[in-house]
């Protein structure tokens, strides 16, 4: 049953194929992120933040999918994949991008993505401050305690 | 007291044992799961169940995670639409 559930159409993993070979450096960040990680929840978009948008290599990638990248647009859309990408633009409450992706975990989704790691979506997730997240924000915060003890469980 | 406890231990036994190796392996696996979050929610101060079904959740791999979760996104969209 969830065997069969591949997280990530034929497209969409092909569209991340496509920039990790022309090394475009992104980040699976947000909601989608969270679940990844074990966060119970809910989400209907993977979030992408982008080391640089105006890096022409993200337009190849979707072109070389079939798809296309529109940047005048706030945020910047990729189409032509699915509609599950959304483009992150800015990550309130961190530093830099760079900074993040020193210290984001790789993760296996049929294909291997640098993903934010939990307690960094929570500072972000509170820096922004939104009422959308008072729930995500205590979903996390759950997770990470409960991590935590496994963690002191298996020592 | 005891004797009602080691009645509930010897029937749980008897159910137990008129199962098949797989159900009886699955149905031991819940409990010790079942445990384990019961201990963790009193440590932690939260819900048992919850804990439980985090702890379900964790045991799966982070595409089944995702999976689930994008899943139940396009459900609960699909099920506020007018």
């Known amino acids: ?155 | 007291m005891d004797e009602e406890v080691v009645d509930e231990e010897g029937a749980l036994h008897a159910e137990l044992a008129a199962l098949t190796p797989q159900q009886r392996a699955w149905t031991e696996n819940q409990l010790v799961l079942r445990a384990r979050a019961t201990r963790l929610a009193a440590r932690l101060h939260l819900d048992a169940g919850d804990v439980f079904h985090m702890l379900r959740n964790l045991a799966r791999t982070p595409a089944e995670r995702l999976s689930l979760g994008l899943l139940h996104g396009r459900l609960t969209r699909a099920a506020h639409r007018p």
Not at chain 1, 12 to 33: H, Q, T, Y
Not at chain 1, 51 to 64: N, Q, T, Y
Not at chain 1, 87 to 99: C, E, K, N, Q, Y
Not at chain 1, 124 to 145: G, L, M, Y
């Open chain 1, 1 to 155: 049953m969830v065997d069969s559930l591949a997280p990530l159409t034929d497209l969409e993993r092909a569209f991340l194929e496509a920039l990790e070979s022309r090394g475009v450096r992104f980040l699976v960040v947000g909601m989608s992120a969270a679940l990844i990680q074990g966060v119970r929840g809910a989400t209907e978009d993977i979030d992408l933040w982008f080391e640089r948008l105006s890096d022409p290599a993200i337009a190849a990638a979707a072109g070389a999918v079939g798809g296309f990248f529109v940047t005048r647009t706030q945020p910047p859309l990729i189409g032509g994949v699915g509609d599950r990408f959304d483009v992150v633009t800015t990550m309130d409450g961190l530093p830099s991008f760079d900074s993040e992706y020193g210290r984001a975990i790789d993760v296996d989704l049929g294909i291997h993505v640098k993903v934010l790691p939990l307690d960094r979506i929570l500072v972000s997730k509170r820096a922004a401050n939104r009422e959308k997240d008072r729930i995500p924000i205590e979903q996390i915060e759950r997770t990470i305690r409960l991590l935590a003890a496994l963690s002191d469980d298996d020592e």
